[in-house]
Structure formats: C-alpha cells, structure tokens
C-alpha cells in the first residue's frame, strides 16, 4: 500500500468508526480497531504535516470514545443504584442519621384484568 492508500484507507476507517461511535455500534468499533492498529503502524514514515488532517479526526473519535465510557459508567452507576434500593430501603430518623432496612421485597409481575 502507497503512502497516499495508506493515508486515504485511515481516513475511510476513521469515518466508519466515527459513525460507529454516533450510532453506538460497539462490535463495529471493536471489528475495526485490528485494521486501525495496522494502518496507524504503516504511517510511521509519514510526516507529521502530512497527518494533520488524521490526527484531528483521530482526536474527535477519541472524544466520542471518551464520551461512550462516560455514558456506560452512568448507566453502570444508575444500575448498581437501582439493585440497592431494590435490597433495602434508606430512611432518616428524626435527628437526620441514616438507616437502612434490609429485605428481600417480592419481585413479581402481578397481571390485572
């Protein structure tokens, strides 16, 4: 692969991983990260004014990765919050101190007509 194939085959990858990213398409951004690898490897004879262009996209995708985790971390913190509350509940007695009840609480799906 020439240095101009190289250039424009990670800038091709870097859209799809940009779209990947906006749709949340996880599995895609794992399937091109191999091909990412290879393609970042063959442009270590590139100039670094010849990678501008690269660089910056590189670092909008690395924002929108950043971003997906922050979003995964919440949703994982908002989970492990719910499965507490579902175990026991928190209350405050009348000087303001915490206290917290322990129980299994039922967890059926009751049908009405």
């Known amino acids: 692969m020439n240095d101009s194939s190289t250039q424009d ?16 398409d996880l599995e895609s951004i794992i399937r091109l990260a191999d091909e990412k690898e290879r393609l970042v490897s063959a442009l270590a004879p590139f100039e670094k004014d010849d990678l501008e262009s690269l660089q910056a996209k590189a670092m909008r995708n690395q924002q929108l990765l950043n971003s997906a ?45």
Not at 9 to 24: K, M, N, Q, S, Y
Not at 80 to 100: E, F, M, S, V
């Open 9 to 24: 085959a990670l800038e091709d990858l870097l859209e799809r991983e940009r779209t990947a990213l906006l749709a949340g």
């Open 69 to 113: 985790i922050e979003g995964i971390r919440a949703v994982s913190n908002r989970l492990a919050t719910l499965r507490d509350t579902r175990d026991r509940l928190n209350t405050y007695d009348k000087t303001g101190r915490r206290q917290t009840i322990e129980g299994t609480f039922p967890r059926k799906l009751e049908k009405r007509a």
